[in-house]
């Protein structure tokens, strides 16, 4: 289990500041989270603005 960004990301940064563990950084197309890194906790679900984080 991890948590996913979803095409709706536009790229804010918002999620990556919450992230605890520094599991979220910006890719090619938009801001990605590390399966491995992730813990599942939640944190960048509820920071990002338009609802593009869920879990897996
Ligand atoms: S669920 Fe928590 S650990 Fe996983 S990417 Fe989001 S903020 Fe980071
Ligand atoms: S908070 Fe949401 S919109 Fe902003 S970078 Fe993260 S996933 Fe994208």
Redesign the pocket.
Known sequence: MAHF??D?????????E?CPVGA?S?GDA??VVDADACIDCGA?EE???????SAE
């Open positions: 960004i979803s709706d990301c536009l790229s804010c940064g918002s999620c990556a919450a979220i910006e938009h801001f960048c920071a990002c603005p338009v609802g593009a984080i």
